[in-house]
C-alpha cells in the first residue's frame, strides 16, 4: 500500500499564490505518475496537473500559465505551486500517484480563495 500525505492548502486571496506538497510513503514499487486532481461541490473531480517520472507534464486547461507542478523521483515527492490563484480554484485538492498501474489517493486538502 502507498500512502499519500499532502499539505499546503489553505486561505488565500484573488490573485495571490500558494504551494501544495505530496509525499507518498509505504510499500512502494515504483510510482509512474503524481498529480494533483480538484472537486468542488457538484462537480466532477477533474485534473489540475500531472508529472511522469520521466518528467512529463500535463495540465488542465484552466491552471495553465498558472500552475506549475514539480517532482521529486527519489523522495517520491510532488510540488504544485499555484500563482495567480482565483475564485473557481477553491477546491478541494486531492493528490493522486500511480503506482505500476495502481492509483491512490490522499486525503484531500482544502484551497480557499477569497475575495
Do not use: H
Not at 484573488?14 to 515504483?30: D, E, R, Y
Request: with cysteine; aromatic share 10%.
Amino acid at each position: 500500500q502507498v500512502q499519500l500525505v499532502e499539505s499546503g492548502g489553505g486561505l488565500v486571496q484573488v490573485g495571490g499564490s500558494l504551494t501544495l506538497s505530496c509525499a507518498a510513503s509505504g510499500t512502494i514499487s515504483k510510482i509512474n505518475s503524481m498529480g494533483w486532481y480538484r472537486r468542488t461541490p457538484g462537480k466532477q473531480r477533474q485534473l489540475v496537473a500531472s508529472i511522469t517520472s520521466g518528467g512529463f507534464t500535463n495540465y488542465g486547461d484552466s491552471v495553465k500559465g498558472r500552475f506549475t507542478i514539480s517532482g521529486d523521483n527519489a523522495k517520491n515527492t510532488v510540488f504544485l505551486q499555484m500563482n495567480s490563484l482565483n475564485l473557481e480554484d477553491t477546491a478541494v485538492y486531492y493528490c493522486n500517484a500511480w503506482d505500476v498501474g495502481t492509483p491512490y489517493w490522499g486525503q484531500g486538502t482544502q484551497v480557499t480563495v477569497s475575495s
